[in-house]
C-alpha cells in the first residue's frame, strides 16, 4: 500500500514537533483557575471563533465531509443553516445569562437556576456524552495517520494523544485557543491546495468537474420533503440543526468555555456569530472536494465506493497516493491538525467541568493552587479514558461516516441538555424535581432511538430508525413537556 514520501513524513513528524512546542510556550506562573480554564479573560474574539471553528470540525469533517458528498449530494448544508439560526437564539437567550456572574462551566448556571442535584446531573451527563464522542473522534485519527505513516491504529491514536496531552496540560485554555488557530489557518490553507491540485488531476480542471457533477446532481441542496427518516432535508436542517447548534454551542462545556473566555458579552457574541460565517465556509469547501473526487475516480452510481472500505477513506487515500510530494505531508499535518486542535479541547473542557462541578462542591475551601494541580491530574486522566474509547472504536470498527456517527452519540445527550436549559431560561414555575424528570425522560427516548438506529435494539414496527438530525428536537420537547408537567402537578400538591 502506498505510504507517504519520506519528505512528506519528515513534514508530518516537524509540524507535531513544532505545534507541541508553540503549545507548550503558554505555560503560565498564573495558577488561577480563570488563567487555566478561561484563559484570564484576555483573548480576542478573532481568536475565540477560530477556536470555536476548530472545535466544531475536527478531523471527521475533513475525512468524513468530502464522502458525504462523494456518496450524495449537497445536502448536509442544509443543516448549517440551521447552525447559523442557532447561534442568534444562543446570542440573545444563553450568553447574557453565562455572563451575569463568574461563571467557569455551564452547569452552574443550571445550578444558580435550579439547585446542586440538578448541577451534578447534567454535568455527569456531559462527561459522559462527551467522552464517548470524542473517542470516536479521536479514533478518526487512526484512519488518517494509519494511510500515510503505516502505523497501527494503536500507536497512531497514542501518539497524538501523548502530545496534545503534553501542551493541554501544561497551557489549559490560552494553549488551546491559540494552537486552535494556527492550527485551524493550517488546514483551511490545506484544504484550498487540495482543491486546486484535485483540479489539476482532472483532464478540464474544474470547469469539467463542476459540468459533469453538476449534470449528475452532485450539487444539489435542497430538499422539502418532510421525513423523519432521512437524515438531510430542508426541515430537518433548519429544525434539527437549529436545536442541534443550541444544544452543542449553548449547553455543552466544549463549547461554552470558549464563550466565557472572552473579556466581555458583545465579544463573545462577536465570536460566535463570526464563527457561524466561516464554517458554512469550511464545510462548502469540503464538500466541493467530495464531488470533486467523485468525478475524479469515475463517476461510481449508488453511493459505491470502489477500492475503498468506506467513504471516509477516499480523501485520505487520495492525499496520500495523489498528492505531490511535500503537498502531501501538508495536508496530512493539517488533518493532524483537525485532530489535535479537537482533542485539546475536550480534555480542557472534561477537565474543567470535573473540577468546577464535582471537585470544587466537595472541597468549596480548596486554594487555586490544590484547584489547579487537579485540574492538571484531571487532564491526564480524561486523555487516558479517552485514549481507551478510541481503541475500543477500532476493534468495533465503524459503518458509514464517523461524522455522523459522533454527532449522532452527543445528540443523544444534547437534546435532555437542551431541554433543561430551556425550562430554566423560558420558564420560572419549573421546579428541580420536574426539569430531572424531564431530562431523564428525553434523555430515555433519544437512549432509544439511537439503539434502534445502530440496530442494538429491534426496529418497532411504527417506529422506524429516526435520523440523527431530529434527536436534539425530540429529546428537548420530551424535557420540557414532562419537566413543565412534573413541575406544575407537584408545585399543586404542596400548595394543597
Given amino acids: 500500500m502506498t505510504r507517504l514520501h519520506p519528505i512528506d513524513l519528515a513534514i508530518v513528524a516537524a509540524y507535531l514537533i513544532g505545534i507541541t512546542l508553540f503549545g507548550l510556550r503558554f505555560r503560565s506562573q498564573d495558577k488561577s483557575l480563570s488563567s487555566y480554564f478561561l484563559g484570564g479573560k484576555t483573548i480576542p474574539w478573532w481568536a475565540?471563533?477560530?477556536?470555536?471553528?476548530?472545535?466544531?470540525?475536527?478531523?471527521?469533517?475533513?475525512?468524513?465531509?468530502?464522502?458525504?458528498?462523494?456518496?450524495?449530494?449537497?445536502?448536509?448544508?442544509?443543516?448549517?443553516?440551521?447552525?447559523?439560526?442557532?447561534?442568534?437564539?444562543?446570542?440573545?437567550?444563553?450568553?447574557?445569562?453565562?455572563?451575569?456572574?463568574?461563571?467557569?462551566?455551564?452547569?452552574?448556571?443550571?445550578?444558580?437556576?435550579?439547585?446542586?442535584?440538578?448541577?451534578?446531573?447534567?454535568?455527569?451527563?456531559?462527561?459522559?456524552?462527551?467522552?464517548?464522542a470524542e473517542g470516536v473522534r479521536v479514533f478518526a485519527i487512526s484512519i488518517v495517520v494509519g494511510l500515510a505513516i503505516g502505523t497501527n491504529d494503536i500507536l497512531s491514536i497514542a501518539i497524538i494523544s501523548a502530545l496534545t496531552l503534553l501542551y493541554t496540560f501544561e497551557g489549559g485554555m490560552t494553549a488551546v485557543i491559540w494552537t486552535d488557530v494556527v492550527q485551524m489557518t493550517l488546514y483551511i490553507a490545506g484544504t484550498l491546495v487540495a482543491l486546486i491540485t484535485l483540479g489539476t488531476h482532472v483532464p478540464g480542471g474544474w470547469s469539467h468537474i463542476h459540468e459533469v457533477a453538476s449534470a449528475a446532481g452532485k450539487f444539489?441542496?435542497?430538499?422539502?420533503?418532510?421525513?423523519?427518516?432521512?437524515?438531510?432535508?430542508?426541515?430537518?436542517?433548519?429544525?434539527?440543526?437549529?436545536?442541534?447548534?443550541?444544544?452543542s454551542h449553548g449547553t455543552d462545556q466544549l463549547m461554552v468555555q470558549r464563550l466565557l473566555a472572552a473579556k466581555d458579552l458583545k465579544e463573545s457574541r462577536l465570536a460566535l456569530l463570526a464563527s457561524g460565517g466561516v464554517v458554512f465556509v469550511q464545510f462548502l469547501l469540503f464538500l466541493i472536494i467530495g464531488a470533486g473526487l467523485w468525478v475524479f475516480y469515475g463517476m461510481p452510481i449508488g453511493g459505491a465506493t470502489p477500492g475503498f472500505t468506506s467513504a471516509d477513506r477516499i480523501f485520505p487515500s487520495f492525499i496520500v497516493r495523489e498528492m505531490p510530494t511535500?503537498?502531501?505531508?501538508?495536508?496530512?499535518a493539517a488533518i493532524l491538525a483537525a485532530a489535535m486542535s479537537n482533542l485539546s479541547?475536550?480534555?480542557?473542557?472534561?477537565?474543567?467541568?470535573?473540577?468546577?462541578?464535582?471537585?470544587?462542591?466537595?472541597?468549596?475551601?480548596?486554594?487555586?493552587?490544590?484547584?489547579?494541580?487537579?485540574?492538571?491530574?484531571?487532564?491526564?486522566?480524561?486523555?487516558?479514558?479517552?485514549?481507551?474509547?478510541?481503541?475500543?472504536?477500532?476493534?468495533?470498527?465503524?459503518?458509514?461516516?464517523?461524522?455522523?456517527?459522533?454527532?449522532?452519540?452527543?445528540?443523544?445527550?444534547?437534546?435532555?441538555?437542551?431541554?433543561?436549559?430551556?425550562?430554566?431560561?423560558?420558564?420560572?414555575?419549573?421546579?428541580?424535581?420536574?426539569?430531572?424528570?424531564?431530562?431523564?425522560?428525553g434523555f430515555a427516548v433519544n437512549l432509544t432511538l439511537w439503539l434502534i438506529s445502530i440496530k442494538l435494539l429491534p426496529s418497532i414496527s411504527w417506529l422506524p430508525p429516526i435520523a440523527y438530525t431530529w434527536y436534539v428536537l425530540i429529546g428537548s420537547a420530551v424535557t420540557v413537556g414532562v419537566g413543565s408537567m412534573v413541575s406544575m402537578i407537584s408545585s399543586r400538591t404542596s400548595l394543597e
Avoid at 470555536?52 to 469533517?61: F, G, H, K, R, Y
Avoid at 491530574?377 to 456517527?405: D, N, Q, R
Wanted: hydrophobic share 55%; net charge positive.
Fill in 326 to 332: 511535500g503537498i502531501a505531508g501538508l495536508l496530512i
Fill in 345 to 441: 479541547a475536550a480534555l480542557n473542557s472534561l477537565s474543567s467541568t470535573t473540577v468546577v462541578d464535582f471537585y470544587m462542591r466537595l472541597r468549596p475551601n480548596a486554594t487555586d493552587k490544590e484547584r489547579t494541580s487537579l485540574s492538571r491530574v484531571s487532564t491526564g486522566v480524561w486523555a487516558v479514558v479517552l485514549f481507551a474509547i478510541a481503541v475500543y472504536s477500532v476493534f468495533v470498527g465503524g459503518k458509514g461516516h464517523v461524522v455522523e456517527m459522533g454527532l449522532s452519540i452527543a445528540s443523544v445527550a444534547y437534546g435532555a441538555l437542551l431541554g433543561v436549559f430551556l425550562l430554566g431560561t423560558l420558564t420560572k414555575f419549573a421546579t428541580q424535581a420536574g426539569a430531572i424528570a424531564g431530562m431523564i425522560c
Fill in 48 to 132: 475565540i471563533a477560530l477556536s470555536i471553528v476548530s472545535a466544531e470540525t475536527s478531523t471527521l469533517t475533513i475525512v468524513s465531509i468530502p464522502g458525504v458528498a462523494f456518496t450524495s449530494n449537497f445536502g448536509f448544508l442544509q443543516l448549517v443553516i440551521g447552525y447559523m439560526i442557532g447561534r442568534l437564539i444562543i446570542c440573545i437567550l444563553f450568553l447574557p445569562r453565562y455572563f451575569h456572574g463568574e461563571l467557569f462551566t455551564a452547569y452552574q448556571l443550571i445550578r444558580n437556576r435550579f439547585g446542586s442535584t440538578l448541577q451534578t446531573v447534567t454535568a455527569g451527563l456531559f462527561l459522559i456524552t462527551r467522552a464517548a
Fill in 220 to 247: 444539489h441542496m435542497l430538499d422539502f420533503s418532510f421525513s423523519l427518516v432521512k437524515t438531510y432535508t430542508f426541515w430537518a436542517g433548519i429544525l434539527g440543526g437549529t436545536f442541534l447548534t443550541m444544544a
